[in-house]
């Protein structure tokens, strides 16, 4: 007589059909999850578990295997690693610097990180003057790094949250096994192993910081990132602050002892894509207790996929920054100004060395306000004239900021009001640099 299994369920006539979500349900969650493998520590040998979206997962990375083999298997475009994951692509903000005049409509993404991480700054409300509309400036004192290092993994709690689904998917794989439901038994497997091995290959990368290496001598490389109603002063040595304006994550893979490193992927892509078909197939032949042990394990690894999906990847990568470049507190100070006009002559001020060999505050200055009429040309003028004076009192600022007589008869009335209120802001831009400058702040290391 066969043997009868340690536990038995009887579901009567009813049969509970999981095949047509086995690989389609989840798949959103489990590409996220797979996107932050690089950022946790230890991560990559924590992926053993039946995970859902395995057709989607499979599909998606498989783009990143390099032969015609694979390129017809997995159709898409041929992009970098981190392009996949999320690391590179977006579009940085544009970049004018302060001292060579060189202008770049669009920069790389670590300048957009800076400038979302800039944007989350509360900083200091400038109270002084009218009220128009807000801008925020932040100023970045970059830090002396090397241009190439690799980033480490840190060790995050999410990271040890993966053994719950990892043991939910053994223990009902193994509850399939005492009911003696093979199909369902090996289906569980067959993700856990799938997954698993999937996870390895791609977390197998190392993630590195890529800076860019400026022509030795280069003048410092002040400039700033603008973003509408956003600016970021950065201010230090050239190839610090290229780095920002021009560098990027990229994600480096080792060749395998025994097989390329992208046949690898693209294998292992497959694996997942094999998975589902296998799914398809066999699930419908298992009773009502191995598809419900199936489910519950497929619930508790999409629960595990949600919930590293649900942390904002660009935080992890703005953390990432500031480790690596070294950015700390006493490094970055953000003031918000009630006006564009007010916001335009503190960055001018700001960037300003103390040499002044080089420096084009017209570019600045017409950058922020490109409004080109006779009351706007003035207000240019007399900013300029201060900006060459470079004498920080007060009495010879308020001096330069005041309309002439000649300007009084010049304008008419509504001219001559406009004017007022424009030299006004750039009065209070100006004692407020002035009273940054006697802190010392920016001479500090």
């Known amino acids: 007589m066969p043997q009868k299994p340690p536990l038995e369920i009887h579901p009567g006539n009813f049969s509970l059909n999981v095949s047509g979500v086995a690989g389609f349900f989840g798949g959103d969650e489990a590409i996220s999850a797979i996107q932050t493998i690089h950022h946790y520590k230890a991560r990559k040998f924590l992926g053993w578990y039946n995970s859902p979206g395995s057709w989607a997962v499979g599909k998606n990375f498989g783009k990143l295997a390099k032969s015609d083999l694979w390129d017809g298997l997995f159709p898409g475009p041929d992009e970098e690693p981190a392009k996949f994951f999320e690391l590179d692509g977006k579009q940085g903000p544009k970049y004018i610097a302060s001292r060579s005049g060189t202008i770049l409509e669009h920069t790389g993404h670590l300048a957009y990180l800076i400038m979302q991480m800039s944007k989350g700054e509360l900083g200091r409300k400038v109270e002084e003057g009218r009220i128009t509309k807000r801008n925020k400036i932040t100023i970045i004192k970059t830090q002396r790094k090397p241009p190439d290092r690799e980033i480490l993994p840190c060790s995050r709690i999410q990271t040890f949250v993966a053994v719950l689904p990892i043991a939910v998917s053994f223990t009902t794989c193994a509850l399939c096994g005492c009911t003696y439901d093979w199909f369902c038994f090996s289906m569980i497997l067959l993700g856990i192993v799938s997954s698993g091995i999937f996870s ?5 990368a190392r993630l590195k910081l890529e800076g860019v290496n400026s022509a030795s001598p280069a003048p410092p490389g002040d400039g700033m990132l603008m973003d509408g109603d956003n600016t970021v002063l950065l201010l230090g040595k050239e190839k610090d602050v290229a780095t920002i304006t021009r560098g990027r994550f990229i994600l480096e893979y080792d060749r395998w002892p025994i097989i390329d490193e992208y046949n690898a992927i693209g294998l292992t892509s497959l694996l997942l894509v094999i998975q589902l078909l296998a799914q398809l197939l066999l699930i419908p032949q298992g009773t009502l207790f191995g598809q419900i042990m199936f489910l519950v394990s497929f619930a508790a690894s999409w629960a595990y996929n ?16 500031r480790e690596e470049l070294h950015l700390k507190e006493e490094h970055m100070r953000t003031y918000i100004f009630r006006t564009r ?9 700001m960037l300003q060395p103390v040499d002044g060999l080089g420096f084009k505050p017209e570019i600045i200055i017409q950058n922020f306000m ?10 240019r003028k007399k900013v300029l004239e201060v900006m060459k004076t470079r004498d920080g009192s007060k009495d010879t600022c308020d001096g330069l900021l005041k309309m002439s007589s000649e300007e009084e008869t010049k304008f008419g009335e509504d001219g001559q009001k406009l004017l007022k209120l424009l030299l006004e802001d750039a009065r209070i831009a100006y004692h407020l640099a002035m009273e940054e400058n006697l802190k010392g702040w920016l001479k500090e290391k």
């Open 341 to 349: 006009t007010s916001a335009a002559v503190f960055a001018c001020l």
């Open 200 to 204: 390895v290959v791609m977390g197998s």
């Open 370 to 379: 490109p409004n080109d009429t006779q009351v706007w040309g003035t207000w």
């Open 306 to 321: 949600l919930y590293l999906s649900a942390i904002n990847s660009e935080d992890i990568q703005e953390q990432l920054i």
